[in-house]
């Protein structure tokens, strides 16, 4: 459930008309409801209850500090997967005793910022990674705790481009490896192992393969019984997927239900911390994208809604021809309603953010590009020099740009022009 809902036909966000946002700040713009983001953060957290827990929410997914800061509010952990995340994190008042690490080409300096900040823990994808943090580790004089990222070899059923956990992915140690992996890392003076780690894909609408994976886990977590070396902690990463259009994912209720009745006959699972890296299923359908359409362009065999958002704005529909909701922000006025291509500025066939999409629309009209929150301003670029948008986070009746939009100087920042050769 969202917060963005029609009042006599105006779409709002919480408490506030979308049509005064879009006056005030302009379009295309990011939008988000706090009340959304905190209703999806505390459904993990409920559905949890009492079992040991830290829900790591997925920066990657929306990394804006108002977000961020909203959930570190609410105690959350934080997954992220660069430096520039973790500088985020602290930016937003994020615990970094709370955060882990996951990537598959940490660098030196990230490993070093992370170990003086005394992160929870570093999800490890390989052993040359395992190596070169042990090194990094004993340079500070410090012990860093490990997580294996384990590639159970489980189908998530999803998009190719966003299943991580099948063997040909580059993600993980396979789950045959685990166990040598596991014993070097017990045996490396600076490291100490603290969990074991998988994620095998985003977008998933079945908790069949998360529960594939969680046995695959189990029987590796009882290998490494066997040999002495037991884990605090388990992390079961992210990808409990969301509704874009008609799909039914399980809720985190349902999903983590099944994972404690399968823990609970499981011996020791009672006290196996539970980790979660939700990105998707917090943020998504927390955000809209406010654009404005600027044309109506009937052709022979299409109609074109041209609209002032991009597929630099918003990548998704044109990388993995994902289907997001295009809704009118003010139904009020009369319209005739017809079939539309909805496309933006940008120079790309590729360029669109719907296709075939019936709407009652006139030139000026203002839409709304639903569950938009996840991997979208993350993914904006400046393609078509265009400057990304501003993002607004509402409260209640209140709203706050909580990041102004890019300017056409900041645009050429950093550039210049090749100087005379003398
Ligand atoms: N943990 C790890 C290690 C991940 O790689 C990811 C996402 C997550 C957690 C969060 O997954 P989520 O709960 O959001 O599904 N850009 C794509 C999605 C890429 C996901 C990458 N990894 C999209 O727009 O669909």
């Known amino acids: 459930m969202d917060h963005f809902d029609y009042r006599d036909g105006q779409l709002f966000a919480e408490q506030v008309s979308l049509n005064e946002l879009a006056e005030q700040v302009g379009t295309p713009c990011y939008v988000y409801s706090r009340a959304t983001l905190e209703r999806h953060f505390k459904a993990y957290e409920q559905a949890l209850g009492d079992h040991p827990h830290l829900i790591c929410y997925a920066v990657k997914a929306n990394s804006n500090l108002a977000v961020l800061n909203i959930l570190a509010r609410l105690g959350a952990g934080f997954d992220i997967v660069s430096i520039g995340e973790l500088e985020r994190v602290l930016a937003a008042g994020g615990d970094p005793s709370r955060v882990v690490f996951s990537g598959v080409a940490k660098q030196e300096h990230e490993m070093a910022r992370a170990l003086e900040l005394g992160i929870k823990c570093f999800n490890v994808e390989s052993r040359p990674e395992l190596e070169r943090l042990n090194a990094v580790a004993e340079r500070l004089g410090v012990v860093a705790p490990v997580s294996l990222r384990v590639n159970p070899d489980v189908d998530a059923g999803t998009h190719p481009y966003i299943s991580t956990g099948l063997k040909d992915n580059k993600f993980g140690i396979p789950v045959d490896e685990a166990l040598d ?188 590009v639903r569950s938009a929150g996840a991997y979208g301003f993350v993914m904006a670029s400046n393609y078509n020099s265009r400057p990304r948008p501003a993002e607004v986070m509402v409260d209640g009746e209140r709203f706050q740009i909580v990041r102004r939009r890019e300017t056409l100087s900041e645009l050429r920042a950093g550039e210049s022009v090749l100087e005379e050769l003398q």
């Open 181 to 368: 992996v596991y014993q070097q890392a017990a045996a490396l003076p600076n490291l100490k192992v603290s969990g074991l780690d998988c994620h095998i894909g985003s977008q998933l609408t079945d908790i069949a393969p998360f529960l594939d994976a969680l046995e695959r886990l189990l029987v590796l977590l009882d290998r490494l019984r066997d040999k002495g070396i037991e884990v605090e902690h388990l992390d079961l990463g992210g990808g409990l997927g969301v509704p874009y259009r008609d799909e039914t994912p399980p809720a985190p209720f349902a999903y983590a239900s099944k994972l404690l009745e399968r823990l609970a006959r499981w011996p020791g699972g009672e006290q196996l911390t539970l980790l979660f890296e939700p990105g998707r299923s917090i943020a998504a359908n927390a955000g809209i994208l406010l654009t404005r359409v600027e044309f109506l362009k009937p052709g022979e065999t299409k109609n074109f809604a041209i609209i002032d958002a991009a597929m630099n704005d918003l990548i998704r529909p044109a990388l993995y021809q994902a289907w997001q909701a295009i809704i009118p922000v003010d139904t009020r006025a009369a319209r005739d309603a017809a079939v539309y291509d909805v496309v933006g500025p940008v120079c790309e066939t590729g360029d669109f953010l719907g296709k075939d999409r019936e709407l009652a629309i006139a030139p000026g009209d203002l839409l709304a």
